[in-house]
């Protein structure tokens, strides 16, 4: 059992609230929902949709196809009709359309009659009892969405579209042990688990929504939020409280993360630990705000002037961000470096059902020293140490010891140095941390059959998609496989390393132009792609095009 419905219409008619009822309603039926949104940049007109996918098991892309398509405007059936399956329907008000598919329904003349403000909330009563699901479920979501009057007005016309039409089959209502999750949000719950007191940013798309979501829960769970007048103090401040001693991240999408590229190489001499979050988006510059790439690979792993180590880790999904970024924070202390998560406008977007998240699992480990710990009589702050990382205390915590710390080349205590000698030991010290990220470093995922001749590599938020089609070939008896890239640099590559052995194609798939995977995997391995799938229009890769387009091309 699989079922893709689409709400369709103009920003400003509601149809996100609609999209966002309708998921919550299918979750508490039992179902796995993976819902994607596609919107422009527009607080009102130009088309907008959203697609929730349900199923009896789990879902980790959208399908290209749909069963249901409820139109808010005529625009939507133009652009999605040739989507439709055979035994689909198009679902919208009388005024809208009529036609093959089409059925017309008198949802503006209820609607009037209660508040034409519940046009959508109509609409969604027919979707409800096309699939035969109970109305009682959609009651108890709309009383928790809105105040008691306008739940009462959404109630009345949600049961009115429930009459309108007769149920086409009947859905089974299972237990719902689930969680419905986006990956900003998930991200945000996992840096709450991994102790963060402080988030600073500057309202960016697709980064706004970690802003919103800690500003939100900021007195619950203690931490303070600044939105602050741009990326380069958001960076700075958060900096600031990490030499505090709070751990502290910031986040903005690629135009704000150039903007904190100064302060990173701060980061890297002064060696303060901190989480930096880049959500993707379509560029160069401004681009398509409101659509996904993954085109800052390069630019991340080698912002800022100097050398100086640091981590790149790159999120799969909503349960991928969440134990992710819980785990930056404990590698940021220990290393004393920049982590830096990249994620995109995909994934920070897309909601999930996924099984509740285990605070239990995450272990803060902060790696601070007291004045006990230090071994020397006076703090030496940046102390030369065989692994490149020296002891770390926090200022005012132990009486009479003074945490110096400085942006120019310094000596053990901090103080400015222009010692040739000194300054060559300085460099090494911070670069040898790279033997021991070297080791944190993880795998990726590997999807598909062992030692396959068709070896996939990819990265981030296509993990979905292409899981999707591997699992579709393997079904269909082809030999693939493919190695899923979290943790990116230091990269990883003894899996790689073994599969490519017995490989006859590896394939790259990314949301970029050049394929920054590919030059990565060409620099530290002895291998490379003898084909790509790339896709740069700003639209995710779905389970389906992927399926296609290997088959096409390479099987």
Known sequence: ??????????????????????????????????????????VRGGHNFTQIRFSDSDITSFSEEVNIILALNKETIEVHKDRLKDDGAIICGEEIATGENIIPLPI?????????????????????????????????VLKEAFNEKTAQDNIGA??????LIDNKCKLEVKEDNNIIINGNDALSLGAIAAGCKYYCGYPMTPATSILKYFSYKSEAVG????????????????????YAGVRAMTGSSGGGFALMVEALS?????EFPVVIVNAQRSGPATAMSTRTEQSDLRFIMHAGHGEFPRMVIALRDPEDAFYQTARAFNIADKYQIPVIILTDLYLADYTKTTAPFDFSEIKIERYLCGEEDT???????????????????????????????????????????EDPKIRTEMVLKRMRKLEGLKEEAEEPWFIGEEKPENLIVCWGST??????????????????????????????????????????NIIDIEQNATGQLNSIIREETPYESNFKILKFDGRPLSGDEIYRRLKEAVL
């Not at 591997?470 to 390393?497: C, Y």
């Open 375 to 417: 071994g020397d009589s006076e703090y030496k702050r940046y102390k030369i140490t065989e692994n490149g990382v020296s002891p770390r205390m926090i200022p005012g915590k132990v009486p009479g010891e003074v945490v110096l710390v400085d942006s120019h080349e310094h000596d053990e205590y901090g103080h400015i140095t």
């Open 1 to 42: 059992m699989d079922y893709s419905i689409l709400i369709g219409g103009a920003a400003g008619q509601g149809l996100d609230t609609s999209a966002n009822i309708l998921e919550k309603v299918l979750k508490r039926s039992g179902f796995h929902v993976f819902t994607y949104r596609d919107y422009m940049s527009m």
């Open 223 to 242: 931490i303070a939020v600044d939105q602050v007048e741009d990326e380069v103090a958001a960076l700075n401040m958060a900096l600031g409280a990490s």
């Open 158 to 163: 949600v049961n009115e579209g429930y009459k």
């Open 108 to 140: 503006e003349k209820i609607a009037s009659g209660i508040n034409p403000k519940v046009y959508n909330t109509v609409g969604l009563g027919v979707v409800l009892k096309y699939f035969g699901l109970p109305v009682k479920l959609a009651e108890a």
């Open 463 to 504: 993990y979905g998609a292409v899981k999707e089609a591997v699992h579709r070939l393997n079904a269909e008896g082809f030999s693939v496989g493919a190695l899923v890239f979290g943790d990116i640099w230091p990269f990883p590559k003894q899996k790689l390393m073994n599969l490519g052995k017995t490989a006859r």
């Open 266 to 270: 701060f980061a890297g001499i002064a």
